[in-house]
């Protein structure tokens, strides 16, 4: 589970991931939660940079003794996908699982029966999976040359937008060290850099395999939080969540 405490889209110095920014808990807490409720789960590796770890371990002293918390350092810039993904291999290999769950915390409202699906698809036989919903909105893509004309419209019948939790099979991430490296340190914007390389990781994992990337139907509340405005749709979509489990 990647987890940066900082994060300056939001402000200066924001640090959501570990402090109260959604109805009192930290993102990091509701994702440690709903982890916790899926019983498939039984390791959680989180990725961070350690800025954040007193609030980390705050977190971690009310944990269920069910669930193992392992902390990972982050790797140098442009290889902590491929750190990550590597660790939780060798992690599913030392206590004997078949299959792991990469759950970026941005998006925290993701379900336990999002997460279960993900885990039950891997059960089935299939390498690579991931979650995603439908593109509702229209879709341009635009000349790069500066004049901010439209070229060409995109079908978004064919078109979805990721989200998580990403499964794999422990013999899939088997792979990872054969796959050329791929670059994340994209000083321009990093968080695109980063999806965009694990994207990359996924597709050429099974590749090697000679399978392809398998998609589930995916959950409106599972937004990425990475806005300001993302964390107000968020406390909508919680507290909708809140009142439908009291019905």
Not at 78 to 86: F, K, N, R
Not at 101 to 117: E, F, N, Q, W, Y
Not at 213 to 219: F, K, Q, S, Y
């Amino acid at each position: 589970m990647p987890c940066s405490p900082a994060f300056t889209r939001l402000r200066p110095g924001a640090r959501p991931f570990t402090s109260p920014a959604l109805r009192g808990r930290s993102i990091f807490a509701h994702t440690l939660a709903t982890l916790a409720e899926c019983p498939s789960v039984t390791d959680v590796v989180v990725l961070t940079d350690g800025l954040g770890r007193a609030e980390i371990d705050e977190c971690l002293t009310g944990q269920p003794g069910g669930t193992r918390v392992h902390l990972l350092p982050t790797a140098r810039p442009g290889t902590e996908i491929v750190s990550l993904l590597a660790e939780c291999g060798e992690l599913a290999i030392q206590y004997g699982h078949r299959n792991v769950v990469i759950h970026r915390i941005t998006h925290a409202l993701a379900s336990a029966r999002l997460i279960g699906s993900v885990a039950v698809a891997l059960q089935s036989g299939h390498d690579v999976v991931v979650p995603a919903i439908p593109v509702v909105d229209s879709i341009k893509v635009v000349r790069d040359d500066g004049s901010g004309l439209i070229s060409d419209a995109v079908d978004r019948d064919r078109v979805s937008v990721l989200q998580s939790p990403w499964g794999f099979s422990a013999e899939a991430l088997g792979h990872i060290e054969h796959l050329p490296p791929v670059r994340t340190d994209d000083p321009r914007n990093g968080e695109t850099s980063v999806r965009k390389a694990f994207v990359t990781l996924a597709h050429g994992v099974a590749g090697r395999m000679g399978r392809e990337v398998t998609v589930l139907p995916g959950e409106m509340q599972a937004i990425p939080m990475t806005s300001l405005v993302d964390m107000i749709r968020a406390e909508i979509f919680y507290e909708g969540s809140a009142a439908f489990r009291k019905l």
